[in-house]
């Protein structure tokens, strides 16, 4: 799953230089298949201008080695920023660090498993130490 995130995520730039600037600012992919591509937009209004240039964008990702043949998009606004200082975040329960913990055990790549560890927090003890 990791491996194809981040496949995605370096194909996206590639596919969407076919694009006028002000249009690729505004979509993102979102997957590939081998009959469609799909794109995420912002607003309706990209989805009608990203529709126009479904033909440089599979000619793209013909280029690129992929087959698929149809243009998806679909509108996804995004998520509303949470103003700073507005809340406190909740700590991770123990079950949820012991749980980020086990997924850190159980993958191959250092740096995600870095990331895990470190939301987990330190590790558990027996003693309180405080």
Known sequence: MVERARWLGE????????LP????????????????????????????RLRLHADALLDAAAAAGLKARTLVVKVAP????????????KPLSEAVRDSLRATAQS????????????????????????
Do not use: H, M, Y
């Open 78 to 89: 995004p998520e509303p920023a949470i103003p700073a200082g507005t809340g406190q975040s």
């Open 21 to 48: 600037a002000t249009l690729a600012d505004q979509c993102k992919l979102a997957n590939v298949d081998d009959k469609n591509l799909v794109f995420l937009v912002s607003a309706p209004v990209w989805k009608a």
């Open 11 to 18: 194909l996206d730039p590639v596919l969407r230089q076919s």
């Open 107 to 130: 993958v191959s790549d250092p740096g995600l498993r870095a990331q895990l560890l470190r939301l987990a927090g330190k590790p558990r003890s027996t003693t309180d130490g405080a």
